[in-house]
């Protein structure tokens, strides 16, 4: 009896640990089997193949760390929802064709925020903008068109304004 629930144990872990692969576009699929769409992803990205949506339990805690650092850095002295807002943008990146598909590589894209080029992502994130890293990432979905923030009093691409506005809180205008 002790080894056949060893052995459940054990093939409970085993399968648990496994992860549902993409499905290879050129090969051949009996008629039984069907591909569904959310089998094939952007890119080998381990957390999207985990889950269909960036959910929290998915996140490395290095990845939540850096965001809250640009939420910090990016909306200090904006409202929560600001901040939230914030770091909603950055998930919709990792989720949009667009653009690169983890939270490291969208922070880090070239010229894509001013803290990155300033050095100010290397400061500690406080405990609100965890909070807010934690509510974005609840909240997926809910403002999943949102790509673009800026402040209307301070930048200087005209290409940003440009963008359609679709929320303004705070200082910055969220666009699409």
Same mark, same amino acid.
């Given at each position: 009896?002790?080894?056949?629930?060893?052995? #459940?144990?054990?093939?409970?872990?085993?399968?648990?640990?496994?992860?549902?692969?993409?499905?290879?576009? @050129? #090969?051949? +699929?009996?008629?039984?089997? =069907?591909? &569904?769409?959310?089998?094939? !992803?952007?890119?080998?990205?381990?957390?999207?193949?985990?889950?269909?949506?960036?959910?929290?339990?998915?996140?490395?805690?290095?990845?939540?760390? $850096?965001? *809250?650092?640009?939420?910090? &850095?990016?909306?200090?002295? /904006?409202?929560?929802?600001?901040?939230?807002?914030?770091?909603?943008?950055? $998930? @919709?990146?990792? =989720?949009?064709?667009?653009?690169?598909?983890?939270?490291? /590589?969208?922070? !880090?894209?070239? %010229? &894509?925020?001013?803290?990155?080029?300033?050095?100010?992502?290397?400061?500690? #994130?406080?405990?609100?903008?965890?909070?807010?890293?934690?509510? *974005?990432?609840?909240? =997926?979905?809910?403002? %999943? /068109? $949102? $790509? !673009?923030? !800026? %402040?209307?009093?301070?930048?200087?691409? =005209?290409?940003?304004?440009?963008?359609?506005?679709?929320?303004? +809180?705070?200082?910055?205008?969220? *666009?699409?």
């Amino acid at each position: 009896m002790n080894k056949i629930f060893m052995k #459940a144990i054990f093939i409970t872990i085993l399968v648990s640990s496994y992860t549902i692969f993409p499905a290879i576009e @050129n #090969a051949q +699929i009996n008629d039984d089997l =069907q591909v &569904a769409d959310n089998a094939k !992803y952007k890119k080998s990205d381990i957390h999207k193949k985990e889950a269909d949506s960036l959910e929290s339990r998915f996140i490395k805690s290095e990845d939540k760390n $850096l965001l *809250a650092r640009l939420v910090h &850095a990016e909306a200090k002295g /904006e409202p929560f929802a600001g901040k939230v807002a914030v770091a909603t943008v950055v $998930l @919709n990146r990792v =989720q949009h064709k667009q653009f690169p598909d983890t939270i490291k /590589e969208v922070i !880090y894209q070239k %010229n &894509a925020f001013e803290p990155v080029m300033n050095g100010s992502i290397h400061e500690p #994130a406080n405990k609100e903008s965890y909070e807010a890293v934690e509510e *974005a990432l609840q909240e =997926q979905g809910k403002d %999943n /068109e $949102l $790509l !673009y923030f !800026y %402040n209307p009093k301070t930048a200087t691409s =005209q290409w940003i304004f440009s963008r359609k506005v679709v929320k303004k +809180i705070g200082n910055h205008s969220f *666009a699409i």
